[in-house]
């Protein structure tokens, strides 16, 4: 069965300090892997999201994430901190095949505070 | 162009009664998906949807129920409400039978007394 950590449920930063968000995945085979985000009071929003091809995947609002198969890992980074990316995020995963490709599995997310 | 719309924000129920949430998907999208965002649990996949059929369901119990009509919104029907059943529920869609839920509402939040 397929599952999700997301290391550290809280992470605080500086505005302007990288971010860096922690997700290991558990899977037989490599899963489709996802990072969304949720202001409060709203939906998720994908942020980006690993299929196949590149393992370094660039996203929204200057997001970025990095399949690593050796380290069953696909952290979620930004190179400068701001002050609106203070939310949660959510890692998830499906599995690489149709049928079960809608079933995402969720991480129990990481609150990022930003600080000036 | 409207995202996914949900309704109502907000909800109050006693245990026992039965609930209808509603969902309307971003124009063009034939997917719709439900999640239920619970307090300790995260968020858990409970139904899927396509052209009007349930294509997949989750590990949730068959007091929990829906179904999509033909212009493609959705409902999710809760009957006999449990405490537990207290959450945030979102509505996701997707214009691709094979791709993942990308755009969400921003959902409906079930209080159950």
């Known amino acids: 069965a397929q599952s999700v950590t997301q290391l550290g449920s809280h992470v605080s930063v500086s505005e302007g300090a990288l971010v860096l968000l922690r997700c290991n995945y558990s899977s037989s085979v490599p899963p489709y892997l996802f990072w969304y985000v949720q202001y409060p009071n709203q939906g998720l929003q994908l942020l980006l999201k690993y299929t196949t091809g590149a393992t370094l995947v660039k996203g929204i609002n200057g997001f970025e994430a990095e399949f690593k198969k050796s380290e069953t890992s696909f952290h979620l980074t930004k190179p400068s901190a701001h002050m609106s990316d203070a939310a949660e995020y959510f890692c998830a995963v499906s599995p690489p095949f149709s049928g079960g490709y809608n079933k995402l599995i969720f991480g129990a997310g990481t609150r990022l505070a930003v600080h000036p | 162009e409207a995202g996914v719309t949900q309704s109502p924000t907000h909800l109050i129920k006693t245990r026992g009664q039965q609930v209808t949430l509603r969902c309307s998907p971003i124009?063009?999208?034939?997917?719709v998906y439900w999640y239920q965002q619970a307090l300790g649990l995260g968020l858990q996949f409970l139904l899927w949807?396509?052209?009007?059929?349930?294509?997949n369901r989750g590990n949730f119990p068959p007091r929990f129920s829906g179904r999509q009509f033909p212009n493609y919104s959705s409902e999710l029907n809760v009957n006999a409400l449990e405490l537990e059943d207290s959450a945030l529920y979102l509505c996701a869609s997707s214009s691709d039978r094979a791709g993942q839920p990308q755009h969400f509402g921003d959902g409906t939040r079930l209080s159950i007394l």
């Open positions: 949807y396509d052209e009007g059929e349930e294509r």
């Open positions: 124009s063009g999208h034939t997917s």
